[in-house]
């Protein structure tokens, strides 16, 4: 039941943009995204909620289409505090999160 | 201060002796999970409950056990761990209706 994300890794320069990916096999009725620092435990980012919306967090936005069941993360000017692996987890009822196998993002000054 | 305290962090043990990893929650959560990271596989959810007495096997449960007496708690058992087992734990909470995730700091466990 794991979502599917891409990429695996992305090395950006401070002031890049990225875009991470996340796609369900199921239809969906939540998207969130976490953020982990390396040996320390996830932090919630945002969800995103069945109806396609947009939100935002300083820089960092997600977009989630249910139709396609699937989800991207807007990194935008990057800094080097973004450096982590990202994770999504998807939501297909009962209120259970499956997560991705992450994207470790590093940004370089 | 809303927290998800898992104990012991660090964890050596020998294959077949059987082992509990504590996870507590004070925020009052009907949701509580249990997940193991490994390198490359991301977040695997073991086992779920929804509320006290309810619990559902995630993608691998095979090896492990649960239960939810109360609702603060919800501890992860290896009656016979393997090697296999080797892995960084992770226990979570959350409300009703779709809420974050809220995290334990990791129970990183070595089986020899």
């Known amino acids: 039941q794991q979502p599917v994300q891409s990429p695996q890794a992305v090395i950006l320069r401070e002031g890049e943009d990225a875009v991470i990916n996340c796609s369900s096999s199921k239809a969906l009725y939540s998207v969130h995204w976490y953020r982990q620092k390396h040996g320390e435990a996830p932090v919630f980012l945002m969800i995103l909620l069945k109806g396609g919306e947009q939100k935002g967090h300083e820089k960092i936005s997600a977009s989630f289409n249910e139709k396609k069941q699937q989800s991207s993360l807007y990194l935008t000017a990057s800094q080097l505090s973004y450096s982590g692996t990202y994770f999504c987890?998807?939501?297909?009822?009962?209120?259970?999160?499956?997560f991705g196998t992450g994207t470790r993002l590093t940004v370089i000054p | 201060e809303a927290q998800v305290t898992q104990n012991p962090r660090y964890l050596i043990t020998v294959t077949g002796k059987k082992l509990t990893v504590t996870c507590s929650q004070n925020m009052n959560h009907e949701y509580m999970s249990w997940y193991r990271q490994d390198p490359g596989l991301g977040l695997r959810q073991i086992y779920y409950?929804?509320?006290?007495?309810?619990?559902d096997k995630g993608d691998v449960p095979e090896g492990y056990k649960v239960s939810r007496k109360e609702k603060r708690n919800f501890p992860l058992i290896l009656e016979s761990p393997s090697p296999n087992q080797t892995s960084l734990y992770f226990c979570a909470s959350h409300d009703r209706g779709r809420s974050p995730l809220h995290f334990g700091n990791g129970t990183r466990l070595t089986v020899t």
């Open positions: 409950s929804m509320n006290v007495e309810v619990t």
């Open positions: 987890g998807t939501e297909s009822g009962a209120n259970n999160l499956f």
